[in-house]
C-alpha cells in the first residue's frame, strides 16, 4: 500500500477501507508520510467528500493515535458538552455545575485554544487559586465525590488532529463537513463520557454560517457519536448575537456565577438549561420535558450555585470571590455611548469577537498572554431600542489603545428606525 494509491483512489471517488485509513494516519502520525501527501489527501476529501463509514474510519484511525480517558467507573452517568464555538459562549460554565447537581459525573478536560477569549480553562483562572492540573486520580475522585472536575488538557489525546488541524489551517481544508466531524468527534470520544450534547452554532459569529450547514454536520456528528455507543444530542443555536453580556475572561466567568445565583436570565440561562437537560434526559432516559423541569428546579433552587462553589474549592479557588469576581481586577473601562436613537438591527458577532482580542481577551498566538479581567460588558443587544448618547457598551482593558476598540465596535453595529424581526436561540434539538 502507498499513500500515491490511497490519494489517487480518493480523487477519483473511490470509498476508502479501514487498512487505508490506517495506514494514512498511521503513516502521517509517525512522519512516514510528507506534509505534501497529507495535503494532497485532504483536498481530495474536501472535493469528494467522505461516505459515514468512511468518516467513522477516519475518526476511529484519529482516536486510535493517542491516549484514551476511561469514565467506566462512572457507569451510564458520565456526561460532556462540547460547543463548535461562538462569542460569548460560557455555557459550560452553567451547564456542567447544573448536570453535576442533578448527579451526572462531569471529569472534563479542556483547552486554552486561540480566539476572542481564551479557553474554559484560562476562564477559571481568572478565579484566585484555581488549580488546573490534577493528576489521573485525583481528577477521577473528584468527579466522583462532588461530580465535577474540569482541568487543562495533559497526555496526548489525539495527536493526529493536531498535526492534519495544522494542515488543513494552511491548505484550505478546514470547512469540509467530514474532516470537521472526525476532528471534532474524535476528540470528545477520546475524552471518553458516555453521554454527549453538542451545541452547534450557526450565524455571524459561528464557524458555520446558516442553520442548513449546522444541522448538517450536527446531524453527522450525532450518528458518529451513536456509532462509537454514546449516546448523543445536538442543540442548534444561532450566534448572530454574541451570547448572554459579556464576552471576556473574568467576565464570563462571572456572568455564569450570576445566572447559577439567579441574578440573570435571558439567552445564557436558556441554552444553558437546554444543554444541561439533553445531558440529563440521555443519562437518565427520560422525556425531554422532565429533564428541562428538572433543569430548572435545580437551578432556581441554588443546588447548582453550591455544586459550583464546591467544585471550585476542590480545585483549590475561592469560592468567596465568585460573585465579585471583576471588582478584583480594577480593570481600566471606556463606556461606548450610542450614536443614533432608533433600534440595533444586526450585531456582527465575529467583528465583536476581534473587539476582544485587541482589547487583550483572546490569544492570537498561543504564546500570547491574556489579559484576564479585559473584554467587553454589552448593555445593548440586537432588537433593543436605544437612544443618541446611551451607553452600548463598556470596554475593559490595560491597553492604550481601547478607543481604537470603541469605534471597531461601533463598526459591528448596524442600527435601523423600527424593531427587526426577533431572533430565535435555540434552531432545533437532534437526538
Ligand atoms: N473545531 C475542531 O475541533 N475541528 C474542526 O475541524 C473544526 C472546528
Known amino acids: 500500500m502507498t499513500a500515491y494509491e490511497i490519494i489517487k483512489k480518493k480523487r477519483d471517488g473511490f470509498a476508502l477501507d479501514e487498512a487505508e485509513i490506517g495506514f494514512l494516519i498511521d ?32 475518526t ?12 467506566s467507573v462512572f457507569g451510564n452517568l458520565s456526561a460532556d458538552k462540547h460547543s463548535t464555538g461562538g462569542v ?37 483562572e481568572s478565579v484566585p487559586g484555581y488549580r488546573i492540573t490534577l493528576s489521573g486520580k485525583e481528577f477521577l475522585r473528584q468527579a466522583g465525590e462532588i461530580g465535577i472536575a474540569v482541568i487543562g488538557a495533559s497526555g496526548e489525546l489525539v495527536p493526529a488532529d493536531k498535526l492534519l488541524y495544522a494542515l488543513r489551517d494552511v491548505t484550505a481544508t478546514v470547512d469540509s463537513i467530514p474532516l470537521i466531524a472526525a476532528s471534532i468527534m474524535s476528540k470528545k470520544l ?45 442543540v442548534i443555536s444561532n450566534m448572530d448575537r454574541p451570547l448572554g453580556n459579556t464576552v471576556g475572561n473574568a467576565l464570563e466567568l462571572q456572568e455564569a456565577v450570576d445566572v447559577l445565583r439567579g441574578k440573570v436570565g435571558g439567552d445564557i440561562r436558556e441554552l444553558s438549561l437546554t444543554l444541561a437537560a439533553e445531558l440529563y434526559a440521555l443519562a437518565a432516559g427520560v422525556p425531554r420535558d422532565e429533564a428541562v423541569q428538572k433543569a430548572e428546579q435545580t437551578l432556581d433552587s441554588g443546588a447548582a450555585y453550591e455544586k ?31 450614536p443614533v436613537t432608533g433600534y440595533i438591527a444586526h450585531m456582527d458577532t465575529e467583528k465583536i469577537g476581534t473587539v476582544s482580542t485587541l482589547l487583550g481577551a483572546g490569544r492570537l498566538t498561543k504564546e500570547d498572554r491574556i489579559d484576564l479581567g479585559a473584554g467587553i460588558r454589552i448593555h445593548k443587544k440586537t432588537g433593543d431600542p436605544v437612544s443618541a448618547g446611551e451607553p452600548l457598551c463598556t470596554l475593559y482593558s490595560k491597553k492604550a489603545d481601547i478607543a481604537a476598540a470603541g469605534d471597531a465596535y461601533l463598526s459591528a453595529l448596524s442600527f435601523s428606525e ?14
Not at 505534501?36 to 468518516?55: H, K
Not at 476511529?60 to 469514565?71: E, H, N, Q, R, T
Not at 474549592?313 to 469560592?319: K, L, P, V
Request: proline fraction near 5%; charge should be positive; hydrophobic fraction near 50%.
Open 308 to 338: 459550583m462553589r464546591r467544585w471550585i474549592a476542590a480545585q483549590n479557588g475561592d469560592a468567596d470571590a465568585l460573585p465579585g469576581l471583576m471588582a478584583l481586577y480594577a480593570e481600566p473601562a471606556v463606556t461606548v455611548p450610542c
Open 27 to 58: 503513516g502521517y502520525v509517525k512522519r512516514s508520510i510528507p506534509d505534501y501527501q497529507a495535503a494532497a489527501f485532504l483536498m481530495a476529501v474536501f472535493f469528494r467528500g467522505m461516505t459515514d463509514t468512511e468518516t467513522y474510519l477516519l
Open 88 to 124: 460569548g459562549d460560557k455555557t459550560t460554565l452553567v451547564a456542567a455545575p447544573l448536570a453535576a447537581a442533578m448527579g451526572l459525573k462531569i471529569a472534563k478536560m479542556t483547552g486554552r485554544g486561540l480566539g476572542h477569549t481564551g479557553g474554559t480553562v484560562d476562564k477559571l
Open 418 to 431: 423600527t424593531a427587526p424581526a426577533p431572533l430565535p436561540l435555540i434552531h432545533k434539538i437532534i437526538r
Open 60 to 71: 476511529k484511525a484519529m482516536i486510535g493515535s493517542g491516549d484514551v480517558i476511561d469514565l
Open 190 to 234: 477520546a475524552a471518553g463520557a458516555k453521554n454527549i450534547v453538542l451545541d452547534v452554532k450557526y450565524g455571524s459569529g459561528a464557524f458555520m454560517k446558516t442553520a442548513e450547514d449546522a444541522e448538517l454536520l450536527a446531524q453527522k456528528m450525532v450518528a458518529l457519536g451513536q456509532r462509537f455507543g454514546r449516546n448523543m444530542a445536538a
